[in-house]
């Protein structure tokens, strides 16, 4: 296939089929226009868990799935002639018909051999990939070249895996040449009744900050494994979740230190991307107090989420650029939004104290201030501007690892880089929980109010 013209019109759909979960991305471009967009939709596979080993994934089963992705994103992809012969509409214009069709399976999905046949045997004009650590790998270290960062953490909390892969750029002095280094951690259970049992730990309790007995945990938990209810408010499951993303990413830092350290504070621009179930249940704030308490975090760097699998849909796609063959993405559809992560170095210091005052500049609105308390995890919603400058400067002797001064500034933009929250956590170090729930409790309240 020749390569695409950077501002041709062009419509793409891309399927990644991880977790027990199927999500769907058709990405429309037109560069001339300056019109780029990306739909998105989920299919939960969850409830099948139970029928995998069934002929489920028949050709009637991908039938009736692209006819209703036709109706929820008001797209024409498929033709069916008077002898229901199956066939995918060429692209013509926007909402109607695509380029290419590609699905990604993650080469840990359960019964991965029969979803692939199934698929293949489906439609030849499906290209198929297979999501392991050779693709992870390939994807971050393009994503490197691009420039903008120098270390690239890609984390993944999924219930049954947990899973780090990391790209930096380091100079070799024997070589006396920049090369990339990867390297990955994991944990994984073999099963639901194993990962179930694993609330059984001694560390678990020395986080949790629910006041439960060791049967009402373990019901608790046995109950949201087994169903993996997509979102929960109740207090007692997310304390149970927040404990135990603790405890497994506590585990990796431990069990991979020389891999994972140097994060944040080793003077490159640095970027992590969060990915999983976990983070969807948890929600952003809970999700990055586990990520920084478990893998020992400091410093100063991007964050980005890659809930909806987009990178992993065209992560290729977008670092290729015009070198790409299928479809010609930038940024702010690949990464519609960050967080500005600062996490300084300081001695224990009187709590509830003003220690940053920052201020926010836009041609959409009058000056605006921001505030950061000393002792707390301060997690602050910017505001949704087309763009905006914030600045400020951290107090009494707080300094941003490594020699970056106490200095804190952004710039926003929806066109750019656009950044939808600030996260300053000054919480004494090293961050103590325990000795019971109580304590954890009190806290986690102080921490988070």
């Known amino acids: 296939m020749p390569k695409l013209p950077l501002l041709e019109k062009n419509a793409y759909l891309s399927l990644v089929i991880k977790d027990n979960g199927l999500w769907a991305h058709l990405a429309y471009t037109d560069h001339n226009a300056r019109r780029e967009y990306i739909l998105g939709d989920f299919t939960d596979l969850h409830p099948l868990r139970h029928r995998l080993d069934d002929d489920v994934f028949t050709r009637e089963f991908w039938y009736n799935y692209f006819d209703n992705l036709e109706r929820v994103f008001n797209w024409d992809i498929v033709d069916r002639d008077k002898n229901s012969i199956f066939t995918f509409r060429q692209f013509k214009n926007e909402g109607d018909g695509v380029n290419g069709i590609r699905v990604q399976i993650d080469d840990n999905q359960e019964f991965f051999d029969r979803i692939f046949a199934s698929i293949r045997n489906f439609s030849k004009d499906i290209s198929l990939r297979v999501i392991d650590d050779r693709y992870m790998q390939e994807t971050l270290e393009e994503l490197i070249e691009k420039g903008e960062y120098e270390d690239i953490m890609y984390v993944d909390m999924d219930l049954t895996d947990f899973s780090i ?20 951690a994991k944990i994984s259970w073999k099963n639901s009744l194993s990962l179930i049992d694993s609330v059984k730990d001694s560390r ?11 049967k009402e945990i373990f019901n608790y938990w046995s109950n949201f494994v087994f169903n993996r209810v997509l979102s929960s408010e109740d ?4 304390d149970i979740l927040r404990s135990y993303s603790t405890i497994q990413n506590h585990s990796l830092f431990r069990d991979n230190k020389e891999k994972l350290e140097g994060f ?40 980005t989420w890659d809930l909806d699998m987009r990178l992993l849909s065209y992560g290729k796609s977008y670092v290729h650029a015009t070198r790409s063959v299928d479809v010609i993405l930038t940024s702010k559809v690949m990464h519609p939004s960050f967080t500005k992560i600062v996490i300084p170095r300081h001695k224990v210091t009187t709590p509830n104290k003003v220690i940053f005052n920052g201020k926010i500049e836009s041609l959409e609105q009058n000056e605006s201030e921001i505030l950061a308390i000393s002792c707390k995890f301060n997690y602050i919603e910017l505001p949704d501007l087309e763009k905006f400058v914030m600045s400020g400067v951290l107090k009494d002797g707080f300094k941003v690892p490594p020699e970056r001064g106490a200095g804190i500034d952004l710039v926003s933009s929806k066109e750019g880089k656009s950044y939808e929250s600030l996260l300053i956590d000054v919480r004494p170090r090293p961050i103590v929980y325990g000795p019971d729930s109580y304590s954890n409790k009190s806290k986690l309240q102080n921490w988070m109010q």
């Open 235 to 238: 207090p007692n499951i997310l």
């Open 264 to 303: 944040g504070v080793s003077g490159k621009e640095s970027c992590l991307i969060i990915s999983g179930y976990i983070p969807q249940v948890l929600g952003k704030s809970k999700t990055l107090l586990t990520l920084i308490d478990g893998l020992e975090l400091e410093g100063s760097f991007d964050c």
């Open 204 to 214: 678990f309790k020395a986080f949790l900050g629910t006041d439960l007995n060791q």
């Open 165 to 184: 892969f990391r790209v930096r750029k380091q100079y070799d002095k024997k070589e006396k040449a920049e090369k990339k280094v990867f390297s990955r």
